[in-house]
């Protein structure tokens, strides 16, 4: 396996809080990625990483934040969850341009 | 613009019976594309990929040929297992990105 450690890997939070996951990697790859998984929407992309402190939004990045200071880890934060961003979000990384994406474990996100 | 159109599922089929899941696309350029399988409780793995027409995939006894023509991406297995119940998903890179686009996943369950 990929050396990615999702965190936490459930969590249940109220509407209005926010939440943060932590992406972790062993592997030194260069580029990192959040998505989320939804019933009927497959896995779309919400930021991604392309370096220490270069981000950038994907196609659903609305009310996500993200922050890469470290190569290792990617965070993803929900400024204030609403119960729309409830979903199973997975990281993903490559070590560059065109090359196999591995995926961690997933995390499950429930806002109630 | 980039989609993938996935087979609804969910798709249930006796062991070692032959195995069709369709997956078209829509891409500008050349894209590459991929088959990601999720065993329950797990993240995304690489099943198999293709990155130019007529490029044929396979992993594990599963194969999958890149059409241009029909912008197809179809995947299929001989005799499938027990073992194969999962979820499976079709994906697209287009050319110059790093970004995957998903299909909406086909849930398969093998019963012996």
């Known amino acids: 396996d990929a050396g990615i450690t999702q965190s936490p890997r459930h969590k249940v939070t109220e509407t209005g809080t926010p939440v943060t996951l932590r992406c972790h990697q062993t592997?030194?790859?260069?580029?990192m990625y959040w998505y989320r998984q939804d019933p009927g929407h497959g896995l779309r992309l919400i930021h991604y990483?392309?370096?220490?402190?270069?981000?950038d939004k994907g196609e659903v990045s609305d009310g996500y934040s993200v922050s890469r200071s470290k190569t290792e880890d990617f965070l993803l934060t929900l400024e204030s969850a609403t119960s729309s961003q409830t979903s199973v979000y997975f990281c993903?990384?490559?070590?560059?341009?065109?090359?196999?994406?591995?995926f961690g474990q997933g995390t499950r996100l429930t806002v109630v | 613009g980039n989609s993938v159109t996935q087979m609804e599922g969910p798709v249930t089929l006796s062991e070692e019976a032959f195995l069709t899941i369709n997956c078209t696309y829509t891409?500008?350029?050349?894209?590459?594309l991929f088959w990601y399988v999720q065993y329950p409780g797990e993240g995304l793995q690489l099943l198999l990929k293709?990155?130019?027409?007529?490029d044929k995939g396979s992993n594990k006894g599963f194969e999958a040929t890149y059409r241009k023509e029909t912008t197809s991406f179809h995947l299929e297995k001989g005799s499938v297992q027990v073992s194969d119940s999962a979820v499976y998903f079709c994906?697209?890179?287009?050319?110059?990105?790093?970004?995957?686009?998903f299909g909406t996943g086909t849930r398969l369950t093998v019963i012996p």
């Open positions: 993903a990384i490559t070590p560059e341009l065109n090359t196999e994406a591995f």
């Open positions: 592997e030194n790859h260069r580029y």
């Open positions: 990483s392309y370096g220490v402190k270069d981000t």
């Open positions: 891409a500008t350029g050349y894209p590459s």
């Open positions: 293709a990155t130019k027409a007529d």
């Open positions: 994906a697209l890179r287009r050319a110059g990105a790093n970004n995957l686009f």
